[in-house]
């Protein structure tokens, strides 16, 4: 059984890019409006951000 691998999609890279850029952030500065909840759950918002990777990844069309 071999996976077909396919790039993610845009929209898919941009949102892990951002959710993985905000957790990044919220250890060095204060971030304003989800600041505080990122900075309280950082790891489940870093790993979320490599799952829509992975899913894009994975599934074709996202």
Same mark, same amino acid.
Do not use: D, N, Q
């Given at each position: 059984m071999r996976l077909k691998l396919t790039p993610p999609g845009?929209?898919?890279f941009? *949102?892990?890019?951002?959710?993985?850029? /905000?957790?990044i952030a919220? *250890?060095?500065t204060r971030v304003p409006v /989800?600041?505080?909840y990122v900075s309280a759950h950082r790891f489940w918002v870093l790993a979320?951000?490599?799952?829509a990777l992975l899913a894009g990844v994975?599934?074709?069309g996202l």
């Amino acid at each position: 059984m071999r996976l077909k691998l396919t790039p993610p999609g845009f929209p898919i890279f941009l *949102l892990s890019v951002i959710l993985a850029g /905000v957790a990044i952030a919220t *250890l060095y500065t204060r971030v304003p409006v /989800v600041g505080h909840y990122v900075s309280a759950h950082r790891f489940w918002v870093l790993a979320s951000a490599y799952a829509a990777l992975l899913a894009g990844v994975l599934f074709e069309g996202l």
